[in-house]
């Protein structure tokens, strides 16, 4: 039996104005398991917290009941005073008299009787507390970045910086991701490769970071604090510490007709490459799908010319394991294929292209030298047409489309059509919008600028059909304001193309029993309050893996990321939250429906050994929750089919009592 | 008992995060409801087992209200669909039972909402009372 | 009580179980549209002037005729409104107040040929029978 004590606060008049206190520290002494029972002018006060503190003391109460205001906002005040005196902070309660009670109703015998029936809830849950120790965990001091685009390399910077390891797995032979591959970026209009490249080099510099480069995650075990992860390394079949990256295997390889896929297959690259001149790490990669040596066992011209002997034709993929404290994802986007839209012929021309291949055809390192071709005949394009919203905002077509928006799209095709106005002003350029959407830091501007200075020809409707003719493209489409069809012989047409998750989110997600939705984004913990942290405790997002995002949004994120997770790596220790799921195993019939319900992972099943009466053993499977895990939403509790599940701090008994008291 | 005296008993299951915050600033607001409804908190909407909800009945509650976080709100990502499509499935059969649909109820109230939360409770109050008292499923022996 | 406008509105809306709020006025469909120089009226307007309760407008015009329900505009929404069934919904109701049906299933057998698609003697019951 426990030994209560019950503390009625007046808070000056604010409760003793409505409620009759001493009627209510006198109804609650006869309360079964009181042993104490007063009131006081101001509970949380320092005098207050003396007179709880003592009547612990004198008392020997195992557990205390403060009736005053609201648990949210003296409930943490009134727990330490409780371990202060030695008793431990999970045996109070608060009946919130206050809040709910004194300041809603205004009639003294109302307020008095309810006062009574709420405190009484809260001695009937106290009577049936035990003192909970919230469990603590080490914190393993090194952190692990899923993908080597801008978020990542910004992320794993971030974290070096205060001085914590590193490591980043890249599925690529470089790290540099989308944004190596841009142009120019808006609104400024400076050289993507500029301002990413240095920050690469920066990355292969530190000491601190590691690049697992050509690599995958491949299992993912542990919980916050403990992760171990097994990192597949892809063979490459060069050698990486002793690979010069001088590039003169590329060019003496006889396999030359490979599509590269740096520039999206818009021409060729050897078998043997370096995706671009500035790769991290600058590392030669056989590809084994193309190399003759590889396929056939004839050729070997690549380990002839190196001088470095960094050639290694035997290299088998390899395993490694290691511990992490956190886990950034930022696996990236893609944008979605154009095969299905055949309204806009981009399967059967070579001239209707995607905003990415357009980036390509325009920089200076791309498959034309930044001069502006046209893919089939190389001729110079004088009328461009340039589509949005290709698949995005595309409700009725989810088996081609996506039904958000992609946000990027309006800014980069302003940015095209002035890039191309502006080096090319013999060009006719034409944009059809549904919507332009320019919120951010002088985007509007930036898209006025195009439309005013540059002249690009802005046409609110959707093209409808684009259909190849000659060496023209029949584009028709419709101008919304002007109330006509319009047809435009266009030389080439560009589409921005929704853009969606990279596909190996979602089996990234299971290992990391993050949660996702429908369109494979990584949801956040809480969409206003906590963008940057996954439902799953340790998993971090950073960039276009949680939603649609430009580059300047990009690096915000993963800075916030990254200060989230230096956050959780200074801590030696995580304590948890005591108020945790537990499987009672004995009554346990391993059902896995709370594995199925749990939002953040925390369930898993064992088999265990049980010794039965007859002396013999059984092994059964049984749920365990990892505390670590658990944020105690209780969610398991009620899906447990055989009762076996129950939430420490609220479990079943105890608001069974509360239930009990108030409609007694 | 006299009809008018007739007060009914209500039991409101707050969620922490939301709804217990959003009832805290109906009284911050000082916004009167009866004082019939009695509140117990838990940590999300979630946590409320249909079990509760019955024994509630059974100890001759007259009518019980769950409050969670709006959807897309809740503080445990997912908490407050799972109450939804529980309590969807718990009230049909109450209402199979005899327990009058009215009786119970699912309302979304966030902790901005306080006089939502006041105004849900008037309502959700009168509503009950005009139902008078719930014998359907009360155990007398609970009765004292 | 509804007016005359809002129960002709209904009446398309529920005849053709589109719910044109749901347009974001792309005009894809009237890009798409075959035959948008024949009409007065364009798939997209139909849309739109529908949602506004401008029926009779739509019903006294040639438009209505003029689309030749290939349904391309409802292949190509990326809000899934289905405009053609919003224009045939119109027609619907104008030859319904007409009164009689100005194609019966036995007229089809003389007017079919080879050169005659399926789908063009489909259209021709769709538009001209209610």
């Not at chain 1, 012929?345 to 034309?368: C, F, H, W």
């Not at chain 2, 922490?16 to 915050?21: E, F, H, K």
Request: with cysteine.
């Amino acid at each position: 039996m426990q030994r209560i004590g019950v503390f009625v606060c007046h808070c000056g008049t604010n409760i003793a104005g409505t409620v009759d206190v001493k009627a209510v520290a006198e109804a609650l002494k006869t309360e079964p398991g009181v042993v104490f029972s007063t009131d006081y002018q101001y509970m949380c006060s320092q005098a207050g917290q003396d007179i709880i503190k003592k009547a612990i003391a004198e008392y020997n109460l195992t557990g205390i009941v403060v009736c005053s205001c609201s648990p949210r906002m003296h409930e943490a005040t009134f727990r330490k005073t409780a371990a202060a005196a030695g008793l431990n902070p999970y045996m109070v309660e608060i009946a919130n008299i206050r809040e709910q009670c004194s300041w809603v109703h205004k009639e003294v015998p109302i307020g008095t009787e309810k006062a009574i029936i709420l405190a009484k809830a809260a001695v009937a849950k106290v009577n049936l507390n035990a003192p909970l120790t919230p469990g603590e965990s080490p914190v393993t001091k090194r952190a692990l970045v899923i993908g080597g685009g801008i978020a990542g390399i910004q992320t794993a910077l971030d974290i070096a910086d205060a001085g914590f390891p590193v490591d980043i797995v890249e599925t690529k032979p470089t790290i540099g991701g989308k944004m190596a591959q841009l142009d120019k970026t808006f609104p400024t209009l400076d050289c993507a490769a500029c301002i990413l490249t240095p920050k690469m080099v920066d990355v292969a510099q530190n000491d601190k970071i590691r690049v697992f480069s050509y690599s995958e995650v491949t299992e993912v075990g542990g919980f916050v604090g403990n992760f171990e992860v097994t990192i597949k390394r892809r063979a490459r079949y060069v050698k990486e510490d002793i690979c010069t990256g001088c590039g003169l295997c590329t060019e003496k390889c006889p396999q030359k007709k490979v599509p590269n896929e740096f520039n999206l297959g818009m021409d060729n690259r050897s078998a043997i490459y370096i995706p671009f001149a500035q790769a991290v790490p600058k590392v030669a990669t056989i590809d084994p799908n193309h190399c003759m040596k590889l396929k056939t066992g004839k050729c070997g011209v690549c380990s002839k010319v190196c001088t470095a002997g960094a050639i290694d034709y035997e290299a088998k993929d390899e395993f490694v394991k290691e511990k992490y404290g956190a886990i950034v994802v930022a696996t990236g986007f893609n944008p979605i294929s154009m095969e299905k839209f055949d309204e806009f012929a981009y399967s059967q021309s070579k001239d209707v292209i995607t905003s990415l291949e357009l980036e390509r055809l325009m920089n200076a390192a791309g498959p034309t030298g930044g001069t502006l071709l046209r893919p089939s005949d190389h001729e110079h394009p004088h009328t461009i047409v340039f589509v949005q919203c290709v698949g995005s905002r595309c409700e009725a077509c989810a088996e081609k489309g996506k039904e958000y928006c992609s946000k990027i799209c309006c800014m980069y095709t302003a940015k095209h059509a002035m890039l191309i106005r502006d080096k090319y002003p013999d060009t006719e350029v034409y944009v059809f919008y549904i919507d332009v959407r320019t919120p951010g830091k002088n985007f509007d501007e930036f898209y006025r600028r195009a439309v005013e200075e540059y002249g690009v020809h802005y046409i609110k409707g959707m093209v409808g059909k684009v259909s190849p003719e000659g060496n023209k493209l029949k584009v028709q489409g419709s101008d919304l304001i002007y109330g006509r069809q319009l047809h435009i012989d266009a030389d080439l047409v560009v589409l921005a193309a929704a853009i969606e998750p990279d596909k190996s989110a979602r089996p990234l997600a299971t290992m990391l029993t993050a949660s996702m939705d429908t369109n494979d984004f990584f949801t956040e913990a809480h969409p206003k309050l906590r963008p940057v942290e996954s439902p799953t405790a340790g998993v971090f997002l950073s960039g276009t893996c949680q939603g649609p995002k430009d580059i300047p949004e990009t690096v915000s994120q993963a800075g916030a990321a990254a200060s989230k997770v230096i956050g959780l790596l200074c801590k030696d220790k995580l304590t948890g939250n005591p108020c945790v799921a537990h499987s009672d195993e004995m009554m346990c019939n391993g059902c896995s429906t709370c594995e199925k319900v749990c939002p953040y992972g925390a369930i898993s099943y064992v088999d265990k050994e049980f010794r039965m009466p007859d002396r013999t053993t059984k092994v059964r499977r049984v749920a365990v929750v990892n505390e670590a895990v658990c944020q105690g939403c209780g969610a398991c509790t009620v899906a447990c089919m055989s009762g076996a599940m129950d939430l420490k701090g609220f479990m079943n008994k105890q608001i069974m009592a509360e239930v009990d008291a108030i409609c007694k | 008992m006299q009809v008018n005296e007739y007060k009914p008993l209500i039991v409101a299951f707050c969620c922490n995060w939301c709804s217990y915050a959003g009832a805290d600033l109906a009284g911050n607001n000082r916004l009167n409801y009866p004082a019939d409804v009695k509140i117990i908190r838990v940590p999300c909407s979630c946590r409320v087992n249909p079990m509760f909800i019955l024994r509630a009945f059974q100890r001759g509650a007259d009518g019980v209200i769950l409050c969670g976080c709006h959807p897309g709100d809740c503080h445990y990502t997912s908490g407050n669909y799972y109450t939804r499509r529980r309590m969807a499935l718990l009230f049909s059969m109450l209402d199979y039972l005899g327990i009058e649909k009215e009786r119970t109820r699912v309302e979304w109230v966030s902790a901005a909402e306080g006089a939502k939360f006041a105004e849900t409770m008037n309502d959700f109050a009168k509503t009950v009372a005009a139902l008078g008292e719930n014998k359907r499923l009360e155990d007398l022996r609970c009765k004292k | 009580m509804l007016d005359k406008k809002e129960l002709l509105k209904e009446q398309v809306i529920r005849a053709s179980g589109v719910n044109p709020l749901k347009c974001m006025r792309c005009g894809k469909c009237s890009g798409t549209c075959p035959s948008y120089d024949e009409m007065e009226y364009h798939p997209h307007q139909f849309v739109y002037m529908v949602e506004m309760g401008d029926i009779e407008t739509l019903m006294k015009s040639e438009s209505v005729y003029k689309c030749l329900s290939c349904f391309a505009c409802v292949e190509r929404c990326p809000r899934g409104v289905e405009p053609a069934k919003i224009i045939e919904a119109v027609r619907l109701e104008a030859i319904r107040q007409k009164g009689n049906n100005h194609m019966t299933a036995n007229d089809i057998p003389e007017k079919v040929n080879d050169d005659i698609p399926q789908q063009a003697i489909m259209s021709a019951m769709r538009k001209y029978s209610k």
